[in-house]
């Protein structure tokens, strides 16, 4: 752990350690008390909480076991080495080991009070303290209270009496205070975890791995270390989870929670032993009677370990690492007594769990073939009333105890398969290699080869043994859906057509059958049944239509979520089938509908590959509507889910798209590192992955103004036509604007050429833009109002469209909002390129600039706001007329296209001249533009929005945006503020 690594949390702890160092700084004399576990993090917190400190001398102590074997060696460490040399006192050292302890804490109070700078004196491992020392600590802090030092001791949790008394004293003095350095909550740890990672995480796996470190932030961090260090593409949360347990951090944790047992009668921490094994909590009389011995409560609560529930009586080990961490001193055959004991003492299910594990660890204990079989009852059981979760766990115990039991295995794939939990069948991947041929067989290593990514591997396996009408049909039909839909997104449209053909056909027979259900046993229900079929029905049928009949597919996904309304058990697949039609309807650009399939589908708590597309299209989708603080939440969303499954290419798309925002918002640093860990990936070359990372790019180029980096990037894009028509509808126009202002429009007619003879790639938004292309193409040719034309062609088809949500206003783009924004620039920029011939237009390019300003602003667009701010600068009249610098303004603006010269008199200026302004003012005006400092100065002489506009000649709308930045730029809320400000007497 080093100083520099991120930090988290502990607020509150920070700021009574800081409180301490300026009572100390200005004379008063103070300690500090930390305790907690190693991996708690004392040492991170002092660092971080006097960083703010510089300018301190500082000496750290650190406590091992030999100071604990010699009495008085510690404070004659402490006092002699430290405060006495500070001040330079000669012939008194540290090692001088006949100096009475009297004389050093007297030498060292009057050290303490020469001091010229503020001392801090760190002692780690204080529970190593020898007991004189310890004595003499105790009463060095009693009686010291002058002098600029403070003295923060950290130790582990000790039930040592002359620990305990420091600890005392720290809670009771003025001088002292005492912090019990307890686990991270829910929100620390998913930020631990994403400064480490630099992903999103979510809040279940921030759950999952708060589940398995209890919060403890030094096995967080290695759990983020581990995620650092992997490559991308190779990760997932349950394998860093694994490395953690093995972490030097987990070690000390270890180590920590042996040494308080040490100091416990061996029944009692055979107790605390027992309770680590347990799975819950015991009574007392259970404990006893399992160890058939009398154990001591308070002994076993006065090692912090363990928790009593007051209501019920029970104890516990509330923690599942201090749980390992007692564990770890007992061997394999101790612990399968303990857990033997327990299943004596307890009864049904979690009798035979525990009996079940004991077994595994001595065979000899039991006998494991009756084990099993009251297992598999209580996980056929449990199946029939459909607590799938706990059937698994059942049988996920039988089959610990039993590798070789066929139907156990059999039994535990389809029980994976219906409570998403393939993943944890990763380590029993050889028995179910084992299986003899069958269709379970090849449906649970083709899913298992598929948490790995590996499709082809995944297409081996199903392709080795044909489906049959038996348990194991649904998990292969599993497998065939997923395969279908990734070999779809990879634009493989027949390598897995015979394998669904083949499902489909079996599928179809056991829902005829009058007992179908019994063919495929109990876990599945018909519901589920019908739900694979349905989605597999839509894979055969979208693999067979051409990628430009989009309506004939939507209207496929619509007709298999109809089969299914009404049926009972079906959500599932009702979301996956959201999801399709509803990224299907947004590549067509009816954003209305896509809006509420992929809304519905995003909603669900789940982390199939389904749910996270939904979220990256849906992110993608409030992009383009102008909503970028939503966009961004729901990317994060997608990208921070994938690492409870083992990264694949979904996942990379999550995690580009989550990079789109930031990337519009030109946050360079952010962007390029995210880009640079994806590129490690295999993934990261799939052609939805490349694609999306390709519009990334396109983004912060536009951000930049790198109008031929974002060409670049789109025409790279548009070279595979999966990637361009899943990434965005209005990819076209944005290369279109890019072409014109980089100065490549001589590509336009090529372009135009192919979009309106259907030879390129399809674009479902052809009536938008077709004339997009056609106004670039006829405003490079000099030909102002034939593109003024085409340009208020896509002007009308943008305001026809749906809104996406009852709250957004009518006309103003619905899903296109920041498309039509970007085209109120361009507008804009025609207008002012051509001052006389669009004279007409001028009032209305005005009005929709502001208005592209407003959408622009809200999305935090930095970069386009200014060219959207320069642009109400350069149509405003009196601008127009100077035509010299608006003509150099155009050219810049708007490419080598050199517009003709304005032909206009030079009006009469109406803006009054600037009074004199004192220095504070000029300071607190700096940031402003040129036309905020004028509407600034006007307000502060009481003159109002419309008396403003009058003057300037503006649209009073205009004012009032220009009032707004700059109230924001000087931090003031109303206009009284303004004229205190500019006008202080």
Known sequence: ?????????????????????????????????????????????????????????????????SFTAQPGSAIHHLLGADLSASAGLSGFTGTSGHAEVEDLLAAGFDAAQTLQRPYLLSVQNLHLVDEASADALWRALSLFQNGPVLVVLSTQASVRPEVQRLIQLAQASPRGTYISLQPLGLRDVSDLLEAYSSLPISDAVAARVMEETDGYPGLVEQVGLWLRRTPVGARSIDQALVHTVKSADYSGMHRDVLTRMNWLQDSDRRAVELLAAAEGSLSRSQIEAALSTTVDPAALLSTSLLSWEELTGRYAVGRRSLSRAVLSGTSEVERAGLLRSLAEVLEGEGSVRHLAEAIRLDPSLADGAQVI??????????????????????????????????????????????????????????????????TCRAGILALLMLEQSDTEAALFELESHRPEQDPGLPIYAEAVTEVSGRLLSESLRSRGAALAQDVSASLHAVLER?????????????????????????????????PQNIDAMIARASERLAELRGEPGVERFETALHCVRGSLLRQRGSMNDAYHDLARAAAQDDSSSYVMYARTQLALLLFSSGYWDEAAKMAERAAGAALLRREDAVSHVAYAVSLVVPAARGQVEKVRAGLERLSESEHAHGPLAAGTIDWVEACLAASQNDFRGVARNLLSMRDDSSAWWA???????????????????????????????????????????????RGFERWAAGEPEQAMESLLQVLRGYDASETIRPTQPPGEGGGFRIFRAMLGLDIGALVSGYPVELARHRATALEFAVWSASVLQACGAETHLERANQLMETLRPRLLNEHPATRSHAAALLGPKQAPEPQVAEAERTAKAEPTLGADVEQALRHLSRRERQVTLLVSEGSTNREVAEQLVLSVRTVEYHVANAMTKLQVHSRREIRRLVRPR
Request: one cysteine or more.
């Open 373 to 438: 079989a009251e297992l598999q009852a209580h996980a056929r059981h449990a199946a029939k009333r459909h607590d799938f979760r706990d059937a698994f766990d059942h049988l996920m115990a039988a089959v610990s105890t039993d590798l070789d039991d066929v139907d156990s295995l059999c039994l535990l794939a389809g029980l994976a398969v219906r409570t998403d939990r393939v993943t944890a069948l990763q380590e029993l991947e050889p028995s179910m290699r084992a299986l003899p041929p069958s």
């Open 1 to 65: 752990m080093h100083r520099s690594d991120p930090f988290v949390g502990r607020r509150e702890e920070i700021a009574l350690i800081q409180r301490a160092a300026d009572r100390a700084r200005n004379g008063k004399a103070q300690f500090v008390m930390v305790e907690g576990l190693t991996g708690s993090g004392k040492t991170r917190l002092l660092h971080q909480a006097m960083e703010s400190y510089p300018e301190w001398n500082e000496r750290t102590i650190l406590l091992d076991e």
């Open 727 to 773: 990434m965005e509808p209005q990819a076209m126009s944005m290369l279109a604007r890019a072409l014109h202002l980089s100065g490549w429009a001589a590509m336009l007619p090529a372009l135009l050429r192919g979009a309106e003879s259907g030879n390129a790639v399809r674009d479902f938004q052809q009536p938008l833009t077709t004339p997009y292309l």
């Open 514 to 546: 009058p007992d179908g259900l019994d063919l495929v046993g109990y876990i599945w229900d018909r519901g589920y049944l019908l739900g694979l079929s349905a989605l597999n029905t839509l894979w055969i049928q979208l693999s067979a239509e051409r």
